[in-house]
C-alpha cells in the first residue's frame, strides 16, 4: 500500500514536472562580473544564477557522494588551491584508476 502511494506520488511528480513551464530562478539572481577583458559571462533568461543555485553548485562540487564509491568529488581533480586542476599528468578517478586525459582547469 504505501509502496503503491509512493510510486503514484513519483509518477505524478514527474508528470507535473514534464508538463510545467520551464524553470524559474528560486532565490535572487545574480550578477556575475566577467573578468577584464573577457566577454559578458552567458546567462540563460529564464534560469540566471541565484545565491541559492550557487551555493548548491558550490556544495555539489564538493560531494564524494556523487562518485560511485564515495571517494571522489569534482574538487578531486579540479581542485581549486591548484587552480582548478589536480597537478597530475592524467586524472585519478574511483579505486585509483588513471584515465587517458588531463584535468584541465574548470
Ligand atoms: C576523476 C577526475 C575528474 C573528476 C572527479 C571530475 N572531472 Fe572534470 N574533467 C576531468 C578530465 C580528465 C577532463 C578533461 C576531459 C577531456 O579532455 O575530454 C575534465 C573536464 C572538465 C570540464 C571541461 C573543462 C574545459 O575547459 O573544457 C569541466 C567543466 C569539468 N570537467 C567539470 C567537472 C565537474 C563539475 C565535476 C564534478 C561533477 C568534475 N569535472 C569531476 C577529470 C575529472
Known amino acids: 500500500m504505501t509502496l503503491r502511494l509512493g510510486c503514484a506520488l513519483i509518477l505524478a511528480v514527474a508528470v507535473v514536472s514534464c508538463t510545467s513551464a520551464p524553470p524559474r ?3 535572487k539572481p545574480v550578477a556575475i562580473e566577467a573578468p ?3 566577454p559578458p559571462v552567458p546567462v ?3 534560469n540566471p544564477p541565484t545565491v541559492e543555485s550557487i551555493a548548491l553548485g558550490k556544495k555539489l562540487f564538493f560531494d564524494a557522494r556523487l562518485s560511485a564509491d ?3 568529488s569534482c574538487a578531486s581533480c579540479h581542485d581549486p588551491k591548484q587552480s582548478f586542476t589536480d597537478g597530475m599528468s592524467t586524472a585519478k578517478g574511483i579505486r585509483n584508476q588513471f584515465g587517458k586525459r588531463n584535468a584541465p582547469t574548470v
Do not use: D, F, K, R
Open 70 to 72: 564515495g571517494s571522489v
Open 36 to 38: 577584464l577583458g573577457l
Open 44 to 46: 540563460p533568461p529564464e
Open 25 to 27: 530562478a528560486i532565490g
